[in-house]
C-alpha cells in the first residue's frame, strides 16, 4: 500500500515536471536536474515552498528501496523531449504540406480554366467554320430534255437540279445565291445549245452584269462558259441571266451549270 502510495506521489512529481517542461520549454537536462531535486537528493527549488513541502514529505514517506523508478522516470522524460521533438518536425511538415496542397489548387484551378478556354476556343472555331461552309451547284433541268428561250426579254434562269447546296446560300426556286457573310467567292457558269444559234448568258451581281458566256454557231453544239472571283458583302446577290433572244439546250448530261463558294471569309 506505501510503494503505491509512493509511486502515486512520484508520478505526480513527474507530471509537473513533464507540465513544466511543455509549458516552459526546459531541456533534457533541466529536467533531470529539477526531478533530482524533487526527489530531495538535493536542495528543494527556492521558489515554490509548497512543492519543496510535498517534496520533502515525499522524500520521508517515499525512502524505499525503488531505485529504478528514478531511472524510469528519466527515461521517461527523455522520451517526451523527443516525442516533443517529433511532434515539432511534424507540424512544420504538415504546415509545409499545407503550403503545398494550396499551391497545387491555384495550379489546377489555372490548368481547368486553360482547359474550359481550349474548349470554348475550339467550339467557338468549329462554329466559325461551320459558318463557313458554302458551296452550291446546281444543273438547269431536274429531268427531261428542251430548250430554255428565246425570251423577248432577259431573264434571271433557275437552275433547280441541285447537286450541292452547303450553306442553303442558293435558292433552287429564284435561282439567287445570296451572300451569308462577306468574303472571297468563286462563281461559275456555262451554257450549250444544239447549234443554229445564239447561247448568252451572264453573272449578275446586284443587278450588274459582271461576266458573260457567249458562243453563236450557224450549225453543231455549241458550248460557252465563264468564271469569277467576286468580293461580297453579307446580302449581296449573284445569278444568272439570259440574253434577250438567245436560248439554250439541256438533257440528262447537265449541259448548263451555275455553281459558286465561298474561297475564304473577309473582315
Ligand atoms: C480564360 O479566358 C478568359 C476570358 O477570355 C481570360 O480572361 C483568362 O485570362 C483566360 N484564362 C487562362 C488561364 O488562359
Ligand atoms: C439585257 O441586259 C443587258 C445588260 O444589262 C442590257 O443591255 C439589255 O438591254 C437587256 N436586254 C433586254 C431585252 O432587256
Same mark, same amino acid.
Not at 442553303?168 to 445565291?177: C, D, E, L, Q, S
Given at each position: 500500500?506505501?510503494?503505491?502510495?509512493?509511486?502515486?506521489? &512520484? &508520478?505526480?512529481? !513527474?507530471?509537473?515536471? #513533464?507540465? @513544466?517542461?511543455?509549458?516552459?520549454?526546459?531541456?533534457?537536462?533541466?529536467?533531470?536536474?529539477? /526531478?533530482?531535486?524533487?526527489?530531495?537528493? @538535493?536542495?528543494?527549488?527556492?521558489?515554490?515552498?509548497? $512543492?519543496?513541502?510535498?517534496?520533502?514529505?515525499?522524500? @520521508?514517506?517515499?525512502?524505499?528501496?525503488?531505485?529504478?523508478?528514478?531511472?524510469?522516470? $528519466?527515461? &521517461?522524460?527523455?522520451?517526451?523531449? =523527443?516525442?516533443?521533438?517529433?511532434?515539432?518536425? +511534424?507540424?512544420?511538415?504538415?504546415?509545409? @504540406?499545407?503550403?503545398?496542397?494550396?499551391?497545387? $489548387?491555384?495550379?489546377?484551378?489555372?490548368?481547368?480554366?486553360?482547359?474550359?478556354? *481550349?474548349?470554348?476556343?475550339?467550339?467557338?472555331?468549329?462554329?466559325?467554320?461551320?459558318?463557313?461552309?458554302?458551296? !452550291?451547284?446546281?444543273?438547269?433541268?431536274?429531268?427531261?430534255?428542251?430548250? /430554255?428561250?428565246?425570251?423577248?426579254?432577259?431573264?434571271? +434562269?433557275?437552275?433547280?437540279?441541285? !447537286?450541292?447546296?452547303?450553306?442553303?446560300?442558293?435558292?433552287?426556286?429564284?435561282?439567287?445565291?445570296?451572300?451569308?457573310?462577306?468574303?472571297?467567292?468563286?462563281?461559275?457558269?456555262?451554257? !450549250?445549245? *444544239?447549234?443554229?444559234?445564239?447561247?448568252?448568258?451572264?453573272?449578275?451581281?446586284?443587278?450588274?452584269?459582271?461576266?458573260?458566256?457567249?458562243?453563236?454557231?450557224?450549225?453543231?453544239?455549241?458550248?460557252?462558259?465563264?468564271? #469569277?472571283?467576286?468580293?461580297? =458583302?453579307?446580302?449581296?446577290?449573284?445569278?444568272?441571266? +439570259?440574253?434577250?433572244?438567245?436560248?439554250?439546250?439541256?438533257?440528262?448530261?447537265? +449541259?448548263?451549270?451555275?455553281?459558286?463558294?465561298?474561297?475564304?471569309?473577309? $473582315?
Amino acid at each position: 500500500m506505501k510503494a503505491l502510495v509512493c509511486i502515486l506521489l &512520484l &508520478l505526480e512529481t !513527474f507530471v509537473f515536471v #513533464v507540465q @513544466q517542461q511543455v509549458d516552459g520549454g526546459l531541456n533534457e537536462n533541466e529536467i533531470s536536474q529539477q /526531478i533530482s531535486s524533487e526527489d530531495g537528493r @538535493q536542495n528543494p527549488p527556492q521558489t515554490d515552498t509548497l $512543492r519543496a513541502e510535498a517534496s520533502t514529505d515525499r522524500q @520521508q514517506y517515499c525512502d524505499l528501496g525503488i531505485p529504478d523508478i528514478h531511472a524510469a522516470l $528519466r527515461e &521517461l522524460t527523455a522520451t517526451v523531449t =523527443e516525442q516533443k521533438g517529433h511532434i515539432r518536425e +511534424l507540424t512544420a511538415t504538415v504546415t509545409e @504540406q499545407k503550403g503545398n496542397i494550396r499551391e497545387l $489548387r491555384v495550379e489546377m484551378n489555372k490548368k481547368n480554366e486553360e482547359i474550359s478556354n *481550349l474548349t470554348l476556343g475550339q467550339e467557338e472555331l468549329r462554329k466559325e467554320n461551320r459558318d463557313r461552309e458554302i458551296a !452550291f451547284s446546281a444543273s438547269m433541268m431536274e429531268s427531261g430534255k428542251g430548250y /430554255i428561250g428565246p425570251f423577248t426579254t432577259n431573264i434571271t +434562269l433557275t437552275y433547280k437540279n441541285v !447537286f450541292t447546296n452547303i450553306g442553303n446560300a442558293y435558292n433552287p426556286i429564284t435561282g439567287v445565291f445570296t451572300a451569308p457573310l462577306k468574303g472571297a467567292y468563286m462563281f461559275r457558269v456555262s451554257v !450549250f445549245d *444544239l447549234g443554229g444559234s445564239t447561247s448568252t448568258a451572264y453573272i449578275v451581281k446586284n443587278g450588274e452584269l459582271v461576266v458573260m458566256a457567249n458562243d453563236v454557231q450557224a450549225q453543231d453544239r455549241l458550248s460557252s462558259s465563264n468564271g #469569277v472571283v467576286l468580293i461580297l =458583302e453579307v446580302g449581296d446577290v449573284v445569278y444568272v441571266r +439570259l440574253w434577250s433572244n438567245t436560248r439554250i439546250y439541256d438533257n440528262e448530261n447537265n +449541259l448548263n451549270t451555275f455553281s459558286g463558294f465561298l474561297l475564304f471569309p473577309l $473582315r
